[in-house]
């Protein structure tokens, strides 16, 4: 069964405090893997799409990496405004459409 | 351009009633997803629909219904509401067959069912 694992299910910062959150994934053959934020009582916005190992996808300071396995979502000096939850989701490629799979999420929060 | 629009913001409906929601793709796509998303959990993908077909469905029961209309807007119909269908509701469109497969979210329709 297709399934992403997402780790911590929340993360407090410090303003500037460097730190990853880890997106875990099974599934028979990857299509994608997405991120996305999502501020409280909104949908999510969408971050990156990466397709295979090895890839990488940077914005401002935000870096994502995958692997066969896992992917990762880089902060760097992360601000205040950078609280929300990180919803990471695959795209399997044996389907009929392109359905999205979600993880729980990562609540971050950045404080001064 | 226009994002993804969804109708309305917030409802409230009592068991056993039915509720329609609605949504409007982003300007250029032309399929659209329906995910529900209860409180502090990810969304789940409920169907999807591309030229007025459900092409894949996820496992939620027959209750839930949906349909696509020519301009690629879209329907999500619940019937027999029960307290579990609280939730947010999200719509989600896409290009079918792209070489980029992202879909972008609307702002959910929140409902409350008492």
């Known amino acids: 069964e297709d399934q992403v694992t997402q780790s911590p299910e929340a993360l407090r910062l410090q303003e500037g405090e460097s730190s990853s959150l880890n997106c875990s994934y099974t599934?028979?053959?990857?299509?994608?893997l997405f991120w996305y934020r999502q501020d409280p009582g909104k949908g999510p916005e969408f971050l990156f799409t990466?397709?295979?190992a090895g890839e990488e996808k940077e914005k401002e300071r935000l870096k994502a990496t995958l692997t066969k396995k896992e992917s990762f979502l880089h902060i760097t000096a992360p601000k205040p405004e950078d609280s929300a939850t990180y919803l990471c989701?695959?795209?399997?490629?044996?389907?009929?459409?392109?359905?999205?799979?979600f993880g729980k999420g990562t609540t971050l929060s950045v404080s001064s | 351009d226009a994002g993804v629009t969804q109708s309305p913001t917030h409802l409230i409906k009592t068991r056993g009633q039915q509720v329609t929601l609605r949504c409007s793709p982003k300007s250029g796509h032309d399929t659209v997803s329906w995910y529900q998303q209860a409180l502090g959990q990810g969304p789940q993908f409920i169907f999807q629909y591309y030229e007025e077909e459900e092409r894949q469905r996820g496992n939620f029961p027959d209750r839930f219904s949906g349909h696509q209309f020519p301009n690629y807007s879209s329907e999500l119909n619940v019937n027999a509401l029960l307290l579990g269908d609280s939730a947010l509701y999200l719509c989600?469109?896409?290009?079918?067959?792209?070489?980029?497969?992202?879909?972008?979210f609307g702002p959910g329709t929140r409902l409350t069912v008492l």
């Open positions: 989600a469109s896409s290009l079918y067959g792209g070489a980029v497969n992202e879909q972008f």
């Open positions: 599934v028979s053959g990857l299509r994608g």
């Open positions: 990466l397709y295979s």
């Open positions: 989701a695959v795209q399997a490629i044996n389907q009929a459409g392109t359905a999205l799979i």
